[in-house]
């Protein structure tokens, strides 16, 4: 009990794991959604945000949240792989149409690797999530001027982020893309060029790798490591994020954790997967940050997330007499509960639940 309703004050368990390193443009995408903003003439209401993990360039798509996959499929051929080509591998949330089985299928088909991240940890694509950060605040800004016409204003902030400043690339990502700052024509024919462009390579591959373990090392200094074997009992946090409750749990006194849970494997450095009641439908992946150790697994867990409590000695007996019949009562301790603790019950109830009990 004290492990599902203490509060944890201890680090994030789970050293961070960053993604590879990519080898080169537009092979390794980020993709991610902002919703719920004001509908515009056209119909818009969200955003869909494309990321190059090498270079940063982001595209910013103004899309309907009632478009079905094959709308958003179409959009994706025209707006990506007709300018960059068909990427190795897709980093996303579990967004519906991520895992959609004709996405899925789509991908399949271009030999395009789908990566998605655990259940409530959005550290997993943590560089789109800031990208969407920085896009919010210039909409904020141009909705001042705009009001809802902000995919009016799409096209310059696409411009504006892809020709900023980044400090792991040391370059914007315009300059990354085409080897050569904005407004500066290009000319291929021209052999330095092309040495001069795989040197630029070889230079921001560099530097993402030192921006990438400078993060690292930041980040572990407030993290702790935590490691689970197969077949180990853990809780789970009912709460993985500020306002959101799962497993049906909520109110102000309600339990921090669930459980114990069995975990069945690991999926990775920082990921388990764990058998959960058939009822409970969520995706059986989960961060070791959303985890805590069950230290001992008392009785079996029922559907409901709850124990069902079991005699376990009986320790005094004394009877009853009424006009009719004579009713016998025994003090009995019960699991989990010390001797202090002991109830009365009546002896019908405990044979009738308890067969073969004897005092």
Same mark, same amino acid.
């Given at each position: 009990?004290?492990?599902?309703?203490?509060?944890?004050?201890?680090?994030?368990?789970?050293?961070?794991?960053?993604?590879?390193?990519?080898?080169?443009?537009?092979?390794?995408?980020?993709?991610?959604?902002?919703?719920?903003?004001?509908?515009?003439?056209?119909?818009?209401?969200?955003?869909?945000?494309?990321?190059?993990?090498?270079?940063?360039?982001?595209?910013?798509?103004?899309?309907?949240?009632?478009?079905?996959?094959?709308?958003?499929?179409?959009?994706?051929?025209?707006?990506?792989?007709?300018?960059?080509?068909?990427?190795?591998?897709? $980093?996303?949330?579990?967004?519906?149409?991520?895992?959609?089985?004709?996405?899925?299928?789509?991908?399949?088909?271009?030999?395009?690797?789908?990566?998605?991240?655990?259940?409530?940890?959005?550290?997993?694509?943590?560089?789109?999530?800031?990208?969407?950060?920085?896009?919010?605040?210039?909409?904020?800004?141009?909705?001042?001027?705009?009001? $809802?016409?902000?995919?009016?204003?799409?096209?310059?902030?696409?411009?504006?982020?892809?020709?900023?400043?980044?400090?792991?690339?040391?370059?914007?990502?315009?300059?990354?893309?085409?080897?050569?700052?904005?407004?500066?024509?290009?000319?291929?024919?021209?052999?330095?060029?092309?040495?001069?462009?795989?040197?630029?390579?070889?230079?921001?591959?560099?530097?993402?790798?030192?921006?990438?373990?400078?993060?690292?090392?930041?980040?572990?200094?407030?993290?702790?490591?935590?490691?689970?074997?197969?077949?180990?009992?853990?809780?789970?946090?009912?709460?993985?994020?500020?306002?959101?409750?799962?497993?049906?749990?909520?109110?102000?006194?309600?339990?921090?954790?669930?459980?114990?849970?069995?975990?069945?494997?690991?999926?990775?450095?920082?990921?388990?997967?764990?058998?959960?009641?058939?009822?409970?439908?969520?995706?059986?992946?989960?961060?070791?940050?959303?985890?805590?150790?069950?230290?001992?697994?008392?009785?079996?867990?029922?559907?409901?997330?709850?124990?069902?409590?079991?005699?376990?000695?009986?320790?005094?007996?004394?009877?009853?007499?009424?006009?009719?019949? $004579?009713?016998?009562?025994?003090?009995?301790?019960?699991?989990?509960?010390?001797?202090?603790?002991?109830?009365?019950?009546?002896?019908?109830?405990?044979?009738?639940?308890?067969?073969?009990?004897?005092?």
């Amino acid at each position: 009990m004290c492990q599902r309703v203490k509060a944890d004050h201890l680090k994030p368990a789970g050293m961070l794991q960053p993604l590879a390193v990519p080898a080169w443009k537009w092979e390794d995408i980020h993709m991610d959604f902002i919703v719920g903003l004001p509908r515009t003439s056209k119909g818009y209401d969200s955003i869909w945000v494309i990321i190059d993990r090498f270079t940063k360039l982001a595209h910013f798509i103004p899309v309907k949240t009632i478009y079905h996959a094959k709308t958003y499929a179409e959009i994706y051929i025209a707006r990506i792989v007709s300018l960059h080509g068909v990427p190795r591998t897709i $980093t996303s949330d579990r967004g519906s149409l991520f895992v959609s089985r004709f996405w899925e299928q789509l991908q399949i088909a271009l030999d395009t690797n789908l990566i998605h991240s655990s259940a409530y940890h959005p550290q997993t694509s943590g560089q789109v999530e800031r990208v969407n950060q920085i896009l919010e605040d210039m909409l904020r800004a141009c909705a001042l001027t705009y009001s $809802t016409k902000w995919d009016e204003c799409l096209p310059l902030a696409e411009f504006a982020y892809n020709n900023s400043y980044q400090k792991s690339l040391d370059m914007a990502p315009f300059e990354d893309l085409y080897g050569r700052r904005c407004r500066t024509p290009l000319n291929w024919s021209e052999p330095d060029l092309v040495t001069q462009a795989e040197e630029q390579v070889k230079f921001i591959h560099d530097n993402l790798k030192r921006a990438q373990s400078r993060q690292k090392s930041y980040s572990d200094k407030r993290r702790r490591p935590l490691v689970f074997e197969k077949d180990d009992h853990v809780y789970h946090r009912v709460s993985p994020m500020k306002g959101v409750h799962r497993f049906g749990v909520k109110g102000k006194l309600a339990p921090r954790y669930v459980g114990p849970f069995k975990i069945t494997e690991q999926c990775g450095p920082v990921a388990y997967r764990l058998e959960l009641p058939s009822h409970l439908a969520v995706h059986d992946v989960f961060h070791v940050s959303q985890l805590k150790k069950c230290l001992r697994v008392l009785e079996e867990i029922q559907p409901n997330l709850t124990y069902e409590e079991k005699p376990i000695k009986i320790l005094d007996q004394k009877q009853r007499s009424t006009r009719r019949r $004579t009713i016998n009562f025994y003090k009995v301790q019960w699991s989990n509960h010390s001797e202090e603790e002991a109830t009365w019950e009546q002896e019908e109830f405990l044979q009738a639940k308890y067969p073969g009990l004897q005092p």
